[in-house]
Protein backbone atom coordinates (compact mmCIF):
# COMPACT_ATOMS: atom_id res chain seq x y z
CA UNK A 1 0.00 0.00 0.00
CA UNK A 2 2.46 2.19 1.20
CA UNK A 3 6.49 2.76 1.42
CA UNK A 4 9.34 5.29 1.56
CA UNK A 5 13.04 4.97 1.38
CA UNK A 6 15.81 6.04 4.01
CA UNK A 7 17.34 5.44 7.63
CA UNK A 8 15.00 3.62 9.93
CA UNK A 9 14.04 5.94 12.27
CA UNK A 10 10.49 7.14 14.06
CA UNK A 11 9.51 9.30 11.37
CA UNK A 12 9.69 6.36 8.69
CA UNK A 13 7.32 4.51 10.40
CA UNK A 14 5.21 7.34 10.92
CA UNK A 15 5.11 7.90 6.95
CA UNK A 16 4.55 4.91 5.77
CA UNK A 17 1.76 4.32 8.29
CA UNK A 18 0.12 8.04 7.33
CA UNK A 19 0.86 7.01 3.90
CA UNK A 20 -1.07 3.60 4.60
CA UNK A 21 -4.14 5.13 6.06
CA UNK A 22 -4.76 7.92 3.28
CA UNK A 23 -4.73 5.69 0.78
CA UNK A 24 -7.34 2.99 2.36
CA UNK A 25 -9.04 5.63 4.07
CA UNK A 26 -12.72 3.94 4.12
CA UNK A 27 -11.72 0.47 4.84
CA UNK A 28 -12.28 -0.63 8.46
CA UNK A 29 -9.80 -3.39 10.17
CA UNK A 30 -6.41 -3.14 8.33
CA UNK A 31 -4.04 -5.67 9.49
CA UNK A 32 -0.94 -5.27 9.57
CA UNK A 33 2.00 -7.53 9.78
CA UNK A 34 5.73 -6.07 10.99
CA UNK A 35 9.03 -7.45 12.92
CA UNK A 36 9.33 -6.67 16.33
CA UNK A 37 10.65 -2.79 15.79
CA UNK A 38 9.02 -0.88 18.37
CA UNK A 39 7.96 2.50 16.52
CA UNK A 40 4.93 0.51 14.69
CA UNK A 41 2.58 -0.11 17.79
CA UNK A 42 2.53 2.96 19.14
CA UNK A 43 2.75 5.00 15.25
CA UNK A 44 -0.28 2.91 14.55
CA UNK A 45 -2.42 4.03 17.63
CA UNK A 46 -1.18 7.54 16.99
CA UNK A 47 -2.69 7.30 13.23
CA UNK A 48 -5.54 5.09 13.64
CA UNK A 49 -8.22 7.28 15.31
CA UNK A 50 -11.51 8.37 14.33
CA UNK A 51 -13.19 11.91 15.83
CA UNK A 52 -16.47 11.51 17.75
CA UNK A 53 -18.57 14.68 18.80
CA UNK A 54 -17.84 14.85 22.81
CA UNK A 55 -21.31 15.96 23.08
CA UNK A 56 -20.67 18.35 25.89
CA UNK A 57 -18.61 20.83 24.65
CA UNK A 58 -19.44 22.26 21.30
CA UNK A 59 -16.15 21.11 18.51
CA UNK A 60 -14.68 19.32 21.36
CA UNK A 61 -14.27 16.16 19.68
CA UNK A 62 -13.14 12.09 21.36
CA UNK A 63 -10.17 10.31 19.44
CA UNK A 64 -10.96 6.61 19.63
CA UNK A 65 -9.12 3.86 18.10
CA UNK A 66 -10.23 2.68 14.52
CA UNK A 67 -12.55 -0.03 14.62
CA UNK A 68 -10.82 -3.55 13.09
CA UNK A 69 -7.30 -2.36 13.05
CA UNK A 70 -4.79 -5.04 13.74
CA UNK A 71 -0.93 -5.26 14.22
CA UNK A 72 0.83 -9.00 14.06
CA UNK A 73 4.93 -8.50 15.01
CA UNK A 74 6.89 -11.70 14.03
CA UNK A 75 9.90 -11.14 15.95
CA UNK A 76 13.04 -13.55 15.29
CA UNK A 77 15.08 -14.54 18.04
CA UNK A 78 18.58 -15.57 16.70
CA UNK A 79 21.42 -17.29 18.48
CA UNK A 80 24.57 -15.75 17.06
CA UNK A 81 23.46 -16.29 13.69
CA UNK A 82 21.40 -19.14 13.68
CA UNK A 83 17.52 -18.34 13.63
CA UNK A 84 16.26 -20.08 17.22
CA UNK A 85 12.76 -19.27 17.06
CA UNK A 86 10.22 -16.90 15.74
CA UNK A 87 8.08 -15.45 18.37
CA UNK A 88 4.58 -14.36 17.16
CA UNK A 89 2.61 -11.95 18.95
CA UNK A 90 -0.69 -9.66 18.42
CA UNK A 91 0.08 -6.45 19.19
CA UNK A 92 -2.83 -4.71 18.66
CA UNK A 93 -6.40 -6.56 18.71
CA UNK A 94 -6.38 -10.44 17.18
CA UNK A 95 -3.46 -12.24 15.22
CA UNK A 96 -3.81 -11.70 11.51
CA UNK A 97 -4.56 -15.26 10.01
CA UNK A 98 -0.90 -15.64 8.06
CA UNK A 99 1.46 -13.95 10.92
CA UNK A 100 4.89 -14.24 8.67
CA UNK A 101 5.99 -11.71 6.44
CA UNK A 102 5.81 -14.48 3.65
CA UNK A 103 4.57 -12.20 0.85
CA UNK A 104 7.10 -9.21 1.82
CA UNK A 105 10.07 -11.80 1.88
CA UNK A 106 8.58 -12.47 -1.64
CA UNK A 107 8.33 -9.18 -2.63
CA UNK A 108 11.91 -8.53 -1.41
CA UNK A 109 12.72 -11.43 -3.59
CA UNK A 110 11.08 -9.87 -6.97
CA UNK A 111 12.79 -6.40 -6.13
CA UNK A 112 16.49 -8.16 -6.11
CA UNK A 113 15.59 -9.55 -9.31
CA UNK A 114 14.38 -6.90 -11.56
CA UNK A 115 16.41 -4.36 -9.56
CA UNK A 116 20.10 -4.21 -10.82
CA UNK A 117 21.08 -1.73 -8.06
CA UNK A 118 20.08 -4.68 -5.41
CA UNK A 119 22.05 -7.21 -5.90
CA UNK A 120 25.29 -7.89 -4.84
CA UNK A 121 28.51 -7.30 -7.01
CA UNK A 122 26.78 -5.23 -9.03
CA UNK A 123 27.75 -2.11 -11.50
CA UNK A 124 24.16 -0.91 -11.68
CA UNK A 125 23.33 1.30 -9.13
CA UNK A 126 20.98 4.11 -8.22
CA UNK A 127 22.73 6.86 -6.47
CA UNK A 128 20.35 9.57 -7.00
CA UNK A 129 17.22 9.43 -4.40
CA UNK A 130 15.01 10.33 -7.71
CA UNK A 131 16.29 7.18 -9.26
CA UNK A 132 15.46 4.96 -6.36
CA UNK A 133 12.21 5.91 -6.18
CA UNK A 134 11.25 5.72 -9.78
CA UNK A 135 12.82 2.26 -10.58
CA UNK A 136 11.32 1.37 -7.07
CA UNK A 137 7.99 2.45 -7.81
CA UNK A 138 7.24 1.00 -11.28
CA UNK A 139 8.44 -2.23 -9.93
CA UNK A 140 5.68 -2.50 -6.79
CA UNK A 141 3.42 -1.01 -9.56
CA UNK A 142 4.08 -4.10 -11.76
CA UNK A 143 3.93 -6.49 -8.38
CA UNK A 144 0.24 -4.99 -7.35
CA UNK A 145 -1.47 -4.10 -10.32
CA UNK A 146 -0.07 -5.76 -13.21
CA UNK A 147 0.70 -9.21 -11.98
CA UNK A 148 -2.20 -11.66 -10.91
CA UNK A 149 -1.18 -13.95 -7.58
CA UNK A 150 -1.66 -17.52 -7.02
CA UNK A 151 -2.32 -17.02 -3.46
CA UNK A 152 -5.17 -14.06 -4.69
CA UNK A 153 -7.16 -16.23 -6.83
CA UNK A 154 -10.68 -17.27 -5.98
CA UNK A 155 -13.23 -19.85 -7.24
CA UNK A 156 -15.49 -19.20 -9.88
CA UNK A 157 -19.24 -20.21 -8.89
CA UNK A 158 -19.21 -21.72 -12.32
CA UNK A 159 -16.71 -22.36 -14.69
CA UNK A 160 -15.89 -19.62 -17.65
CA UNK A 161 -14.17 -21.00 -20.64
CA UNK A 162 -12.25 -23.98 -18.68
CA UNK A 163 -11.37 -21.86 -16.09
CA UNK A 164 -12.35 -22.24 -12.64
CA UNK A 165 -10.54 -19.67 -10.85
CA UNK A 166 -10.98 -15.69 -11.70
CA UNK A 167 -6.79 -14.34 -11.29
CA UNK A 168 -6.84 -11.67 -9.41
CA UNK A 169 -4.07 -8.72 -8.26
CA UNK A 170 -3.23 -7.27 -5.12
CA UNK A 171 -4.95 -4.04 -6.28
CA UNK A 172 -7.81 -6.12 -7.37
CA UNK A 173 -8.03 -7.97 -4.13
CA UNK A 174 -8.45 -4.87 -1.85
CA UNK A 175 -11.05 -3.50 -4.70
CA UNK A 176 -8.72 -0.35 -5.93
CA UNK A 177 -9.33 -1.67 -9.48
CA UNK A 178 -11.58 -4.04 -11.20
CA UNK A 179 -9.34 -5.46 -13.25
CA UNK A 180 -5.88 -6.32 -14.36
CA UNK A 181 -3.81 -3.05 -15.88
CA UNK A 182 -1.45 -2.90 -18.65
CA UNK A 183 1.64 -0.87 -19.07
CA UNK A 184 -0.19 1.04 -21.39
CA UNK A 185 -2.89 1.83 -19.30
CA UNK A 186 -0.68 2.94 -16.31
CA UNK A 187 1.37 5.22 -19.09
CA UNK A 188 -2.20 6.41 -20.39
CA UNK A 189 -3.48 7.41 -17.07
CA UNK A 190 -4.47 10.95 -16.49
CA UNK A 191 -3.93 12.03 -12.70
CA UNK A 192 -5.68 14.57 -11.41
CA UNK A 193 -3.42 17.04 -10.14
CA UNK A 194 -5.39 19.24 -7.03
Known amino acids: MAWTSG ?103 ILRDRLNCLTRKTHGFAKEIETWDGLYSSILFEH ?7 ALRVPLPVPQDGRIYHQRTPAMAIQLTDHQWSWQEFLLFRVMQC
Open 7 to 109: PRVETLARTIVARTRQRTRGHVGIPFVSDGWTPYPETIKAIYREREPSGIHPGWDILRPTPGIRLTQAVKHRKGRRLVRVEVRATIGEAVAQPYAVHLERLNG
Open 144 to 150: NWLHHHL
